[in-house]
Each structure stands twice: as C-alpha cells, then as structure tokens.
C-alpha cells in the first residue's frame, strides 16, 4: 500500500510543480500568445474523472458495480458487472482494472469509455489471485502482456545514451 501511496503523492507532487511553473512565469488566462513561447504537457481527455470516487469506493469495500463502456475498437456499448481492483493513471488518463464476473477474468477500462456507472450493495469476497505490484509488471503503459517479456539488446551512441538513461 505504501508504494501506490508514495506513487501518489509523487504525482501531486508533480502537479504543485506545474502549478508554481505558471505562477512563476506569470502566466495569466488573458495570455492568449503564452502558447507560442511555453506549452505545458496536459491531457488529451478530461472526462472519466466523475467516476474517481465511485470506483474508489467500490474498491475499498469489494463491491460490485454495474456500468457501460464504449469499445472503441468494436465501436459498440456493453453493460458489465465487475469488482474493480485497481485504478491506474497512465499518461493523464485513469483506468480501472476490475474483476468482470460473467467473463471470469480481469480486464482494464479506461474511465473516459465509462457513460454510467453504480455501486451496488452487493460485496465480493477479495480474490487472492490479483497483485497489483505483479499484474502490470511486464507491461507497457496499462494493457497486460501474458508471457515472460523478451530480451532486447539496445546499442546507442554517445551522448544520446545519456539522454535514455534519465529514464529507463
């Protein structure tokens, strides 16, 4: 638990920063140019955030939930019930991963896809098969990839290696 909240709190973190880099540069709503000279990284989405505190809930207590998503892929809507285990932040975006119980398998959703959503009153027993730390472990980003990760040999010249060494 104390790694997701030290993950947390790294986020917040990196949000005050980005808040206190406006202030210090004095940037303003009436800047409409500010763009031309300084653009700050943001999100694509701002929707999915309304159902934060829902999942959360249902989360900390093991209930179950009714709710829509959007397969953008199959370009059709399904109503699903499921037992989410995890909410995931991923390059500004939210996703829940959740026990989905007429499939008998976890899979990720991402809150922007959600149109409606409930909690139940009904509660879950906790499965003992989900770890968090282990679920996305061989993953890139928030999908997760069966089968043991591939080994890839990287040669890079110098100075870029200094550059993919800030973030491995």
Same mark, same amino acid.
């Given at each position: 638990?104390?790694?997701?909240?030290?993950?947390?709190?790294?986020?917040?973190?990196?949000?005050?920063?980005?808040?206190?880099?406006?202030?210090?540069?004095?940037?303003?709503?009436?800047?409409?140019?500010?763009?031309?000279?300084?653009?700050?990284?943001?999100?694509?989405?701002?929707?999915?955030?309304?159902?934060?505190?829902?999942?959360?809930?249902?989360?900390?207590?093991?209930?179950?939930?009714?709710?829509?998503?959007?397969? @953008?892929? +199959?370009? /059709?809507? $399904?109503?699903?019930?499921? =037992?989410?285990?995890?909410?995931?932040?991923?390059?500004?975006?939210?996703?829940?991963?959740?026990?989905?119980?007429?499939?008998?398998?976890?899979?990720?959703?991402?809150?922007?896809?959600?149109?409606?959503?409930?909690?139940?009153?009904?509660?879950?027993?906790?499965?003992?098969?989900?770890?968090?730390?282990?679920?996305?472990?061989?993953?890139?980003? @928030?999908? +997760?990839? /069966?089968? $043991?990760?591939?080994?890839? =040999?990287?040669?890079?010249?110098?100075?870029?290696?200094?550059?993919?060494?800030?973030?491995?």
């Amino acid at each position: 638990d104390f790694l997701f909240f030290d993950d947390f709190i790294e986020k917040c973190e990196q949000a005050i920063e980005k808040i206190d880099a406006r202030f210090r540069l004095q940037l303003n709503a009436e800047e409409s140019d500010a763009g031309n000279h300084i653009q700050f990284e943001s999100g694509n989405s701002h929707t999915g955030y309304e159902w934060l505190p829902t999942v959360h809930e249902a989360i900390k207590s093991n209930k179950v939930i009714h709710f829509s998503y959007e397969n @953008i892929y +199959k370009q /059709e809507t $399904k109503n699903y019930e499921a =037992v989410p285990y995890l909410l995931k932040e991923n390059r500004n975006q939210w996703y829940m991963i959740a026990w989905v119980i007429s499939r008998e398998e976890y899979l990720t959703f991402a809150l922007d896809r959600i149109s409606s959503i409930t909690n139940t009153a009904s509660r879950q027993k906790r499965r003992q098969d989900f770890h968090p730390e282990l679920f996305l472990q061989h993953s890139i980003g @928030i999908m +997760k990839n /069966e089968g $043991k990760p591939s080994r890839v =040999v990287l040669s890079v010249w110098s100075p870029y290696d200094k550059l993919i060494m800030l973030e491995p």
